[in-house]
């Protein structure tokens, strides 16, 4: 737990989130600012900073989010049409939250490369 840290709290339950996952290590929810029919976050409870900061020790953890980002495609009914799950790292990629979080988009076209 990070103190002040956005998706911590809502791990937390102290920042509401519309959950749409959850399991013993992940949590995932909607997207208040929703780029597509479908964009979901998908978190580790742990917090981590950025890509930069994964060690040895978060190599499951990191799995974990793709599993659930699959699951989620399916619940969604996007994993057929097609979906994005993308990081980013940084400010320079666009990273707002510092707590990584798995960008799940669909519902829509998307295009390459992002900009
Ligand atoms: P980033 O820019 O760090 O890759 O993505 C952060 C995402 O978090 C953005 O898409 C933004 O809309 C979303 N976000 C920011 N604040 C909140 C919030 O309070 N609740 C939810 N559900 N999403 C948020
Ligand atoms: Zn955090």
Redesign the pocket.
Known sequence: MSEDC?FCK?VDGD?P??IVYESDSALA?????P?APT?V?VIPRKHISTINDLDEFDRQLVGDLFMAAKQIAAQEGIDESGYRAV??CNKGA?????HI?L?VLGGRGLSWPPG
């Open positions: 956005l809502i920042v989130a519309d929810f909607r997207d208040i600012s780029q964009h976050l990081m980013n666009g990273q707002s939250v510092f979080h960008h």
